[in-house]
């Protein structure tokens, strides 16, 4: 069992400029399996993820970057847990990014974010990442003044030097071995309204809320104009944008896992092979041992 995915998907971003924030979806299809469905197919991701994780640690060649990045309340925890809850914890790491600190602001944009990026092995998550850098900052340009940027640079070519930024470092970690997957989780606003609602009324879900989240949707146009840009200037062969329509967390969860897991069985990921050399050796360890009974 398997979802109707195939790179010219409804949800996979075109690298050709053409994306639309308008034109995507908030529901799933029509012909989406429901929940229960939707569950199972969870489940035998998760499964296969296993054992795809267990091959990338062995053959130590390639990292994956999984990059979640979404409006509040989208389900960006939720979905990540899903999806991983059968991965080795040895290797996996996931890094949530706030609000930048001291030490980051003195550094570029990208450095806070690349000294967390995945061993070759391992499975790396950012939970946000350094796309808050052209989506948040670009809603509030006033968020810059504590990055200090240069006096050089011109307001003109800033978000296009920004991109041409991002552009470059997905290519070089592709070069290298690092294989990017990019998700947006594209909530309503509808749907938001009613998740913000249950963590104001449902006490177990209080300490999610936060006030400043209400007010950023006064800004929901300018975000939305703002994925529009980065999803657009951003989204290439080697480092692709998957726009994950998220009101539907089944949906969403278990279209988020299988394209991980047929991402990753595209790597021709195997074990390492030994040598014959090793294999007598091997062979003679192994009679030691029984020997010992």
């Known amino acids: 069992m398997s979802l109707d995915f195939t790179v010219d998907s409804p949800w996979l971003v075109p690298d050709d400029g053409s994306f639309k924030v308008r034109k995507a979806r908030t529901a799933p299809p029509k012909h989406a399996p429901g929940d229960d469905a939707q569950k199972a197919l969870l489940r035998e991701s998760v499964a296969q993820l296993d054992d795809l994780q267990k091959i990338l640690f062995a053959h130590d060649r390639r990292a994956v970057l999984l990059v979640f990045q979404a409006m509040d309340a989208a389900g960006k925890d939720s979905t990540i847990r899903a999806v991983l809850t059968g991965v080795n914890p040895a290797g996996c790491e996931v890094h949530a990014f706030k609000r930048p600190s001291l030490e980051e602001l003195d550094h570029d944009f990208l450095w806070r974010t690349a000294r967390r990026l995945p061993e070759r092995g391992r499975i790396g998550v950012f939970n946000r990442s350094y796309y808050e850098e052209v989506l948040v900052t670009k809603v509030h340009p006033e968020y810059l003044g504590a990055q200090r940027p240069h006096p050089g640079r011109h307001p003109k ?39 913000f609602l249950a963590r104001l009324t449902e006490p177990e879900k209080n300490w999610k809320f936060d006030t400043a989240d209400v007010a950023e949707r006064g800004h929901w146009p300018a975000y939305q104009q703002a994925y529009e840009d980065a999803l657009n200037e951003t989204s290439r062969p080697w480092a692709p944008w998957y726009a994950i329509p998220a009101d539907d967390k089944p949906y969403l969860r278990a279209t988020v896992a299988d394209i991980v897991v047929r991402t990753m069985q595209r790597l021709d990921l195997r074990y390492p092979e030994v040598s014959p050399a090793e294999r007598t050796q091997f062979a003679a360890l192994r009679q030691q041992l029984e020997d010992e009974a």
């Open 157 to 195: 070519t800033f978000w296009k030097h920004r991109y041409e930024s991002i552009r470059e470092h997905e290519r070089h970690l592709a070069r290298n071995g690092t294989v990017i997957i990019k998700f947006w989780l594209n909530v309503s606003k509808e749907e938001q309204r009613q998740r």
